[in-house]
């Protein structure tokens, strides 16, 4: 079975004080994950170091971080690059979240030079897509999102995108409390294998994780994880709530 994965996103939330205090939490739950499932915490960069240690000796629990330079080094005040956030024990990195998107102004050029990077160091990618209101709305998000993976992803060899993780993240789901039907979201994720086999080939398609993102909470992670093309989530608000990601968690495949 493909890599199936609960991945928080806490985004810009939690002082040092709270952040060690979710940290604790998080690394007190027993249950036990199976050899495919994984759970991804990506924290801001200043708590990469604590998280390390709070997972310490927790199989199956990676740290991520929540954006990366598209630069190995040098004069590139403010920005933090892949080869410091592997140093400091994360082995993933979100990139091309709709936030950075829209808020930051990153276009797929500098997106796509960030998932190379990433790879170039052996940090796995969790490269993120989705559409926004209008674009569904007007009944164009498969163009949308194909797109998005053409441009963020394709630039790629079969062994290289084969190491990537996508989250499909429709932006009028995110915060909003509106998550897309389970049904919403297998479309979605059939369509993107579907745009990835037509380029390399299905075995590929059929290897990479598709994680859904956009409310997902303890209440509905069943429901949508349970579609053959859905691969687990990326959580953002539910994830800073250590019993009800538990539960999210425990809600994998
Ligand atoms: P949300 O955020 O779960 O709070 O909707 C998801 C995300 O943006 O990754």
Redesign the pocket.
């Known amino acids: 079975m493909r890599q199936q994965i609960a991945a928080a996103?806490w985004?810009m939330n939690c002082t040092l004080d709270e952040a060690n205090n979710l940290l604790q939490q998080l690394s007190k739950n027993n249950d036990p994950l199976s050899g495919d499932q994984e759970v991804v915490i990506a924290v801001p960069f200043p708590f990469l170091l604590l998280a390390k240690d709070a997972f310490k000796s927790k199989t199956g629990y990676k740290i991520a971080a929540q954006n990366c330079s598209d630069h190995e080094a040098g004069a590139f005040t403010g920005e933090v690059s892949v080869p410091m956030i592997k140093s400091c024990g994360a082995t993933h990195v979100i990139i091309g979240?709709?936030?950075r998107r829209e808020y930051f102004h990153e276009e797929s050029p500098v997106l796509a030079q960030k998932v190379s990077m990433a790879l170039l160091h052996g940090l796995t990618p969790i490269f993120?897509c989705g559409e926004a209101l209008d674009i569904r709305e007007q009944h164009n998000q498969n163009e949308y999102v194909e797109r998005q993976i053409e441009d963020g992803l394709f630039h790629l060899d079969a062994a290289g995108l084969s190491k990537v993780v996508i989250?499909y993240?429709p932006i009028w789901?995110?915060?909003?409390g509106k998550t897309a039907t389970s049904e919403q979201a297998q479309e979605m994720h059939a369509h993107i294998r579907g745009v990835i086999a037509r380029k390399f080939e299905s075995s590929v398609a059929s290897r990479i994780s598709i994680l859904y993102?956009?409310?997902?909470k303890a209440s509905n992670a069943a429901e949508i994880f349970s579609k053959p093309d859905v691969d687990g989530g990326?959580?953002?608000?539910?994830?800073l709530k250590a019993e009800e990601f538990r539960q999210i968690i425990g809600s994998l495949k």
């Not at 789901?173 to 909003?176: N, P, S, V, Y």
């Not at 993102?213 to 997902?216: I, L, N, P």
Request: proline share 0%; with cysteine.
């Open positions: 996103n985004k979240h709709s936030e993120c989250a993240e789901a995110i915060g909003t993102g956009g409310s997902v990326l959580v953002g608000g539910a994830s």
